[in-house]
């Protein structure tokens, strides 16, 4: 069973910016699709990006400000967050899934890690 930690959360003022990381516990991330998601208090799970086990990546919701990558030297998947907003503020989440596409919807993955919050505030 792949479990996935997730690190790099925390309290940031706006326009700020955070690194995330994902990585995993007792197990490699070699063979996975890796994506990020989020879930804001009283909102549903948004996806946010998904990186394939070969590197290619798909950005969704967060156009422009947040970019998906890959070490795998470091056997871990980031997320670098730039100009954050307070809409921003979520529990962040990775997620894994070996399916062929790389579609960062929450149904389509099969790991989770425990989230890390993310507070954008003044």
């Known amino acids: 069973q792949l479990q996935l930690v997730e690190s790099g959360g925390g309290l940031v003022q706006p326009g700020g910016s955070l690194r995330l990381s994902c990585a995993a516990s007792?197990?490699?991330?070699?063979?996975?699709?890796i994506g990020w998601f989020r879930q804001a208090p009283g909102k549903e799970r948004e996806g946010i990006s998904c990186?394939?086990?070969?590197?290619?990546s798909t950005n969704y919701t967060v156009k422009g400000r947040f970019t998906i990558s890959r070490d795998s030297a470091r056997d871990t998947v980031y997320l670098q967050m730039n100009s954050l907003k307070p809409e921003d503020t979520a529990v962040y989440y990775c997620?894994?899934?070996?399916?062929?596409?790389?579609?960062?919807?929450?149904?389509?993955?099969?790991?989770w890690g425990q989230g890390t919050q993310v507070t954008v505030s003044s």
């Open positions: 990186i394939t086990s070969s590197v290619s």
């Open positions: 007792g197990s490699t991330l070699k063979n996975y699709n």
């Open positions: 997620a894994a899934n070996q399916r062929r596409l790389c579609i960062p919807e929450a149904g389509l993955f099969d790991f």
